[in-house]
C-alpha cells in the first residue's frame, strides 16, 4: 500500500495521525511528537535524507518540541496576574 509513497509522505501523514490523536486523548504530548514528524517528513522531501538521517533528525526534533512546549506551558499565565 505504502510502496510507492514517498518517505517525506510517512512522515507527514504519521505526524497528521498523531496531530489528530491529541484532539482525541489530549494530554499535550502527540502535539509535539506529530509536529516533529511533520517537519521530519516536510525536510525529508526538501532534501531526500537516507533512513538513519531522518530517524536523527526525527529524535532531534522531537526533543526540541517537547522542550519548547515544557518551557511555554511552565510559564505562569500572565493575564492572571493582573485580574
Known sequence: MFDN???GWIWAI???LLLFA???AP???LVFVGAAAVATGLFTLLF???TAPQ???FALYSVLAVMIGKR???EPNKMDEDV
Open 72 to 74: 511555554w506551558y511552565a
Open 27 to 29: 494530554g499535550f504530548f
Open 22 to 24: 491529541e484532539i482525541i
Open 48 to 50: 531526500d535524507l537516507g
Open 14 to 16: 504519521g505526524g497528521i
Open 5 to 7: 509513497l514517498e518517505p
Open 55 to 57: 530517524l536523527a533528525l
